[in-house]
């Protein structure tokens, strides 16, 4: 049995045990999708604290709901909710984007906007320093191209699955991820030719 087969029996397993009430299988859920539901929330609302809050009021209502899903991607459905809740404070009247470029970049890391960095070789650094420029890069896409960017290029979801969790077509979805990766480009044109560079920055031939 391969990697991917034993991650797919042990996430039905906590989905099963979860539809039955079992608590701590959800948090099984909650611990490996934690880090995407959070990056996404903040992609859209650009502000560390209310992504928090619509992230754990995603897996909230998500546990609330469990009963309700029916398969397919686990991770499209919560993302799908996550983008839900944080639609809804986008509209809402009280919400202020009260956030900086600084507050987008540090937030990167364990609980941040993108995974802590792994221990690397000797060009640790020069490596640290492109990541860095990739999440300010990201950080200034208008928001229908920083979300397509985020679902496509750093959460790794098919076009499909992206479409559907913005809530536009696949096409417009295409649209907005081409146009977002052309930005990138010239922001991040001292850093793309980094062997690690951590996204899938490409024409769209790749799907």
Not at 23 to 46: D, H, K, P, T
Not at 98 to 115: K, M, N, Q, R
């Amino acid at each position: 049995m391969n990697e991917h087969t034993q991650h797919d029996d042990r996430e039905a397993q906590w989905v099963a045990a979860a539809q039955r009430g079992d608590l701590s299988a959800f948090n099984g859920i909650v611990e490996r999708y934690q880090q995407a539901v959070y990056n996404l929330a903040l992609s859209m609302l650009r502000n560390p604290a209310s992504a928090e809050d619509a992230a754990q009021d995603a897996f909230i209502a998500a546990y609330r709901n469990i009963g309700r899903y029916r398969g397919g991607s686990l991770s499209a459905w919560l993302l799908t909710i996550v983008a839900n809740r944080a639609r809804d404070r986008l509209r809402s009247p009280h919400y202020r984007r009260a956030v900086s470029l600084d507050a987008i970049v540090e937030a990167g890391g364990s609980g941040g906007a993108w995974p802590a960095d792994e221990p690397g070789p000797a060009d640790e650094a020069e490596r640290t320093e492109a990541v860095t420029a990739v999440r300010a890069a990201v950080a200034q896409l208008p928001d229908d191209q920083r979300l397509a960017v985020t679902l496509v290029d750093l959460q790794q979801l098919d076009y499909g699955e992206a479409a559907a969790i913005a809530s536009v077509p696949v096409g417009t979805l295409k649209s907005r991820l081409s146009r977002g990766r052309e930005r990138l480009r010239v922001l991040l044109r001292p850093y793309l030719e980094l062997p690690d560079a951590p996204t899938r920055l490409t024409d769209g031939s790749d799907q």
